[in-house]
């Protein structure tokens, strides 16, 4: 934790602060619509924002409607959801977004895939299907092992057949009919935003697409286990939260 501190203190200014939301700041529930961030959480990201020198990002998988609903952050607050796909700023009337328009293309292609999903998970207990604007996603957290094989091999072939990018996170196959990724999304905001350094925490392996875009002057932090590109550890949200206090 104290190397990770050092290295907080050590960034050069402007700072973008990016931040995965579930598993990240919000511990995993069974239900998506459960998921809230630590209450410390909500109270440090507030001061972060509220520095002149730093801007704050949440960069989900989430749907940006879904994040916004559940992501207590201030105003001025950037929101990445849709691993890329969707943006938007929270502003005091609410979200400043740019709306995703789909071709026709890709359209029937997100309708077939919410069919097919919706077949393949028929008769798979504690297996289910979240719709996104630009995505499907099959949850397998419930389901036992057999099911959950069945569920995801099923979901990455029909991701290969119709899909422009598959994703398998933590009891997830998202398929997708935008190709977008954290890293595309997280280089682009640090463009436009002038930051000299960015901060990026994440839990998940789809996490690592943000970790992949970034360099030695920039604070890379997994939270949890599992291989990371990322150069920092810490257990948990609240230790995420403990250290990003050090910014205020
Ligand atoms: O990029 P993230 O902010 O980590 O979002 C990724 C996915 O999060 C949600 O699923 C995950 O969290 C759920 C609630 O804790 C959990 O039940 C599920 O197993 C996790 O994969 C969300 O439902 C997905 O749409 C997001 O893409």
Do not use: C
């Not at 297996?127 to 949850?139: D, I, S, Y």
């Not at 099923?154 to 057949?161: Q, R």
């Not at 997994?222 to 939260?241: F, I, N, Q, T, Y």
């Amino acid at each position: 934790m104290s190397e990770l501190i050092t290295a907080i203190a050590a960034t050069a200014r402007p700072l973008l602060v990016a931040l995965d939301f579930d598993g990240t700041l919000a511990p995993l529930q069974d239900d998506p619509s459960a998921s809230r961030i630590i209450p410390a959480g909500v109270d440090v990201l507030a001061r972060v924002a509220a520095r002149p020198d730093v801007s704050l990002a949440l960069v989900s998988g989430r749907a940006l409607h879904d994040l916004h609903a559940l992501a207590e952050v201030p105003e001025g607050t950037f929101l990445i959801g849709s691993h890329g796909a969707e943006r938007a700023r929270v502003t005091r009337f609410g979200l400043d977004r740019d709306v995703v328009q789909l071709t026709d293309d890709e359209a029937d292609r997100l309708a077939s895939l919410g069919a097919r999903a919706a077949g393949l998970v028929r008769g798979k207990d504690g297996v289910w299907v979240e719709t996104k604007p630009t995505a499907v996603v099959v949850h397998t957290r419930l389901a036992q092992d057999e099911d959950r094989q069945e569920a995801e091999a099923a979901a990455l072939a029909l991701g290969a057949e119709l899909g422009s990018g598959v994703l398998h996170g933590k009891d997830v196959v998202e398929i997708s009919v935008l190709h977008a990724s954290k890293g595309e999304a997280l280089a682009a905001l640090r463009d436009e935003l002038g930051a000299r350094s960015v901060l990026f925490a994440g839990d998940d392996t789809t996490d690592e697409r943000a970790f992949e875009v970034l360099g030695d002057g920039d604070v890379t932090i997994k939270v949890g286990p599992g291989d990371s590109l990322a150069r920092h550890r810490v257990g948990s949200a609240d230790e995420l939260v403990e250290a990003l206090t050090t910014l205020v």
